[in-house]
Every structure is written in C-alpha cells, then in structure tokens.
C-alpha cells in the first residue's frame, strides 16, 4: 500500500520497543492510537493482525496502531490488564476509551475504529 | 516481607502459592530455568508443562494418531497419499500451547495477587533469600515461611561430549528439527515414553539399558511394555553400561554422532552412529546451589533430595518442601499439586489433613500404555509372603484390534489381592490403550477399600478394554 508521511514518521502501524516507547508513542500521542496485545502463541493473533493493520490504513492517518508482545512487554500487559489474547485496546489522549478481546470482522474493526476517531 | 515465599514455580509451587493467597497471605513465587548446555529454557509452570507431561502426552498422542491412520484403512478409509509426518509443525502446534499455559499461569498469580520473579533466589541467612535479577540487579527478601519445590534436572552421563552432543527431555520437546535416528540412553519411563513416540512417528530409534526396564515399577509388566515395543520397530540393546564417549561426526540439524561404550560383562565394545542421542537416565534434584547449607536444611548427600516429616517439613521449622525433591516420595505432578494446596492450609487454613502418598496411580504412555494403582507383584510379595497373595490376571483383546489385526496377547490385566483380608486389591495393573483413563476409577475404588467379591460383583461396561 502507500506510505503516508506522518508527523510520528513511517506509516500507520509499528512495534512499541518497551515501557518509555509505548508513554512517548501511545499515551502521549496527539491521534488515537489502537494498542494490539497479541502473543506469538496465539493462533488467532495472526489472523486478526494484519486484518486490524489493513483496516487502521484504511483510516489515512487518522488513527494509529502499536504492537506489543505480551511475552516481551509483560509489565505492560499487566498494567494494562491483559488477560487473553488478541486483546485491543483503543486509547485517546493516554485514556482507554474502548476495548475488545478475540477475533473480529472487518466491519465490525471498522466501526471500532471510526467511533474511535469520531469520539 | 512476606508471610510465604515459594523457590520454584512449578506444579507444587504454584499450586502451594494460590492457595496460600486465597487464604489471604502476602505470598512470593520465584521461578527460574538455568538454560541446558544447549541454550533450551522456558516459562513458567515447571517440568511438567514445559518438558514434562504436557508435551510428552501430545507427542504420545501424535504417535497414536500415526498408528490410527494405519488401522483406519481396515476400517474402510481410503486415501491415496501418503501419509507422513512433519516434525515442525508438531513442535510449533506443542509450544504454542505451552506458551499459552505459561501465560495463564502469569495471569492467574497476577489475579491472585501472588508476587511472580522470575529470578534466581538462594537462601543467604535465617528466614532471607538473595535474589538476582536478569539484568543483574541483586535484591534481599524475608519471609515467615519458606517452601522449596525446586523440581530436578535430566542427569548427563559424566563422559566426554555428553553436555555438547547430546540432549535430554529438556530439549527434546522444543527441538526445532526432526531428531532422525535417535539413540535413548536409559530405561525410566522418561526413556520408554520418548522412544516410543518417536517410534511412533517413524523414526529409527535405538534404547541402550543398563539393567532393567522402568526401575521401581512391577517387572512383569515393564517386560510386557519393552517386548510390545520391541515388536513394533525399537530396537534394544541390554546389559550394555560402560559409556566412553560420543563424538561429533558431522554438523547440521541433526548431525551426525559417534557413541562407543562397551558392555560391563564382556570386552566387546559398541560403536553406533545416530543423528540424535537422548539422555534419560534419571533426574537430579536442584537443591545444592540454593544456599540451603547456609540456613540447616539437611538434604540426602547422595541424592540432593530433601528428607520431610509428614508434615512435609525439612529438619529447619520454617522450611518445608514439596514435589519432585522429597526423599521417598513420588514424582508425580498431581501428588505435588495435592502437597502444595494440604500444605497451605495446614499453615493458614487450620486444617490437618495431610497428604495420602498410598495408593496413587499413574500411568506410563508407552505406545501400549501401562496403568497401575497400589504395590507391584514383587513388593506385595516381600510386605505380604508369596502364600498371602492371590493374582487374578487376564490377556485382552481390545475390541478396536479387532478389525485392523492388531496384536491379540499382548494387552494384560492383573489384580493382586491381600487373601487375609477379604481379598483386598492392594496392585491393579493393566496394559492396554487408554490405561489411563481406565486406571483412574479402579484408583478411586482402590481407596474405597476394593475388594474382589466388590470387583466381581460390578457389572462391566460392554465393549470395554475396562470391563
């Protein structure tokens, strides 16, 4: 797909490094972010990922989204209280505004994302 | 700082710290896997989850399913392929469910607000442990109570090129290449079980025994298992003890191995080239570099394994201990589950109940699978007298061989009875499929006092392998 030059930088989705990236990038971030936790033992976070990435581009910016590893990022996952996965947060000016957990359509991804940008 | 903290993170760990928080203790686990000498770890749960029970029955069932594929043909099921088997994909489905264990696990510590490190803690001092972080940070932690449920490690041979080349159940079940042909040096069940599903799955597989089969286990049975075996594709070589070396002969996933080792009877010296040597010839209990020398704790020298009173405390008040490291005791996941939770309330909960080591079944998952409940025939011989003892037994054939042809005298039953008193079954064995399932009621009837005129008067369940 196209790249679109936003102020954060390279595209819509990316990777949180660790705790002070996820502050700077998702708490702190100006646009709402959707935070997906998802694990690599978790069959249905390979399928839901790329379908969420596919539906945040669709939004041109409007909305970002970071990933995190609970495996790598416990303390984040902890906090956050993340129980199963794929769990996806939707966070706005450092709030979490909407949730949901397990596999979703990509209607129903949609509507998630534009309540998030409309709100 | 705390009312109990709990070294090792496994199933009597955890089960001793949940139970513990729900009594509503202050409780720390610390859980820790020093790598093995090929870089394998894991997460939380201990052996059983990670390298333990958990993949071992999947592997177990893996290998059924290989042998289900083969009957299904008889049973009308055409297919033109043929069938084999990837070892990736076996290993990838394996691991992510363990992953998803050892996530639970996290969670339900967190939900029970039980303090999780995952970090290495020795005891430095009276009632206070040392612990070291990962990233190097050194902390200090007190408590009221202790619990060690340390849990072991596979044990090496002691000979060149064993820690390099080789590698034990710690490795296998997360092995990201296909082991080939495979040489398993041991007899315990860790050994029978691995061969026999690696067998299963059409690997060349070879087991090397010292002496004899399942030690500790009814020998009559544990030659039935091994010749069942036998007959299906291992191979064997007995009485052979002396291991000089094992070399390298080639790189690559797997490579190419050289043992030699020579028989304690004769000269004759063995050379064999394998891609895969499996070592299992007993498991060590991670008790010596914990500090516990610093605070009194006796262990059995010989062994490294804790002696416990009944209570199962250690000869220091405060320091009790559960699981695979008890002297004496059995190593059974659900027997340190059982410890863990009795113990917990026995210390916060005012209970008094203690832990029932009598009578506790298991089950080896060899490809024909063994179950067994109470004393084998030799140890109810040496408690009772040969003329105190009555043995009922019986070959089956499973209804389900029928059809595809499988062997006919091979699946065995026998009960052993206490003739002065009333006939009691004090040794249930049975070889057959599903010997788990099938041991587990009879274990509940065993504890209920079963008796043969009991056993003779249930109606069976027909067809059964149980009835």
Known sequence: GRALATPAGCGSTFNVQDGSDFQDRVVNNPKPVVVDFHAQWCGPCKILGPRLEKMVAKQEGKVLMAKVDIDDHTDLAIEYEVSAVPTVLAMKNGDVVDKFVGIKDEDQLEAFLKKLIGA | ?467
């Open chain 2, 1 to 467: 700082d705390y009312d109990l903290i709990i070294i090792g993170g496994g199933s009597g760990g955890l089960a001793c710290s949940k139970e513990a928080a729900i009594l509503g203790k202050k409780v720390m686990v610390l859980d820790y896997v020093v790598p093995t000498p090929l870089g394998t770890s894991w997460g939380l749960g201990g052996t059983c989850v990670n390298v333990g029970c958990i993949p071992k029955k999947l592997m177990h069932q893996a290998a059924l399913l290989g042998q289900a594929l083969q009957d299904s043909r008889k049973y009308g099921w055409q297919y033109e392929e043929q069938v084999k088997h990837n070892w990736e994909i076996m290993v990838e489905a394996i691991q992510n469910y363990i992953g998803s264990l050892n996530w639970g696990y996290r969670v339900s510590l967190r939900e029970k607000s039980v303090t999780y490190l995952n970090s290495y803690g020795e005891f430095v001092e009276p009632h206070k442990i040392k612990v070291c972080a990962v990233k190097g940070q050194v902390t200090y932690h007190t408590a009221e109570t202790f619990v060690l449920a340390t849990g072991e490690r596979p044990r090496y041979l002691g000979i060149p090129g064993d820690r390099e080349y080789c590698i034990t159940s710690d490795d296998l079940f997360s092995l990201p290449y296909c082991p080939g042909k495979t040489l398993v040096v041991g007899a315990s069940y860790v050994a029978l079980e691995c061969a026999g599903f690696l067998a299963g799955l059409g690997l060349d597989v070879t087991v090397m025994v010292r002496s004899i089969l399942l030690r500790g286990f009814d020998q009559e049975m544990a030659e039935r298992v091994g010749a069942h075996m036998e007959t299906h594709g291992v191979k064997f070589i007995r009485n052979l003890c002396i291991f000089i070396q094992v070399e390298k002969l080639e790189e690559g996933m797997p490579g190419r191995l050289k043992v030699t080792a020579k028989s304690t009877e004769g000269p004759e010296v063995f050379e064999g080239e394998y891609n895969t040597v499996l070592i299992a010839i007993g498991r060590d209990a991670c008790t010596r570099n914990i500090g516990l020398e610093k605070i009194g704790v006796k262990i059995n020298e010989k062994n490294g394994k804790v002696p416990v009173n009944d209570d199962e405390q250690t000869n220091v008040p405060y320091v009790y201990a559960i699981g695979d490291i008890l002297d004496g005791k059995l190593e059974l996941t659900p027997v340190a589950i059982q410890a863990g939770k009795l113990l917990a309330r026995r210390l916060y909960g005012g209970s008094s109940t203690k832990c029932d080591y009598i009578n506790v079944p298991t089950t080896v998952f060899t490809p024909l699978e063994y179950g067994s409940c109470g004393l084998a025939e030799e140890r109810a011989v040496e408690e009772y007298g040969k003329q105190n003892l009555e043995v009922y037994h019986t070959l089956f054939w499973p209804l389900e061989w029928t059809i595809p042809g499988r062997d006919n005298n091979t699946c065995y039953a026998k009960i052993i009875c206490s003739k002065h008193d009333n006939n009691r079954v004090i040794g249930f064995h049975v070889l057959g499929p599903n010997a788990g399932e099938v041991t587990q009621g009879f274990a509940a009837a065993i504890k209920c006092g079963l008796t043969k005129e009991l056993l003779d008067e249930t109606i069976g369940i027909h067809p059964t392998c149980a009835e």
